[in-house]
């Protein structure tokens, strides 16, 4: 991962089981959240599938 800071982030993602970490930094997590089940999503991404 780009920045080293974001890895507590995923570990804490991953040990909360979640689906998704929100970010305007997707480009930073890259596609290693991917191998935990995990999608990146923009806030604006994220606010369109709960209206949903």
């Known amino acids: 991962m780009r920045d080293p800071?974001?890895?507590?982030?995923?570990?804490?993602?991953?040990?909360?089981?979640?689906?998704?970490i929100v970010t305007f930094n997707q480009r930073d997590f890259g596609t290693v959240p991917l191998q935990f089940g995990i999608?990146?999503?923009?806030p604006?991404?994220?606010?369109?599938?709960i209206r949903l």
């Open 5 to 20: 800071g974001d890895e507590l982030v995923l570990e804490a993602a991953a040990n909360g089981l979640a689906s998704a």
């Open 39 to 42: 999608e990146v999503l923009t």
């Open 44 to 49: 604006i991404t994220a606010l369109r599938r």
